[in-house]
């Protein structure tokens, strides 16, 4: 993507352009992936642990990215698709976790999710659907 329309993202939610702000909302756009913090620290080693860190939180507060909790205790972040906003995140899609390289990824096409009834008396937050399987790449080799 041009820098033009990752600078028109960040100022969209909010967030100040800098070059760090950049690199990992491209990161994310090229990769089409989750991404933890491990993999930015690995791929963006001009910036350390700490800005990356608040890079990451600056932009799931602001609803650029979304966090994708996982059963490994290491959580991954996905790209919200102009879906979210500072106030409220809005994450309708599945998630799918690749058993075979274990690469996670949101399918943001239209796949119906389960209607969630909860008691009355209970207040419905984040819903994370992650289906495991093997991703189309693995599954063809």
Not at 1 to 30: A, P, Q, S
């Amino acid at each position: 993507m041009e820098t033009k329309g990752r600078k028109e993202i960040l100022k969209r939610h909010g967030l100040r352009v800098t070059d760090c702000r950049l690199d990992v909302l491209d990161l994310f756009i090229n990769r089409k992936q989750a991404l933890s913090q491990r993999d930015l620290e690995e791929e963006l080693t001009a910036y350390d642990r700490v800005t990356l860190y608040r890079t990451l939180h600056s932009f799931i507060d602001s609803g650029v990215l979304h966090k994708i909790p996982s059963d490994s205790g290491i959580a991954s972040y996905g790209i919200c698709f102009d879906t979210c906003s500072p106030d409220e995140h809005h994450h309708d899609h599945l998630h799918f976790k690749c058993n075979s390289c274990g690469q996670l990824e949101c399918i943001e096409e239209s796949i119906a999710l389960p209607n969630i009834h909860l008691p009355q008396d209970y207040k419905m937050g984040a819903v994370d659907v992650i289906v495991n399987g093997v991703c189309g790449t693995c599954n063809a080799g």
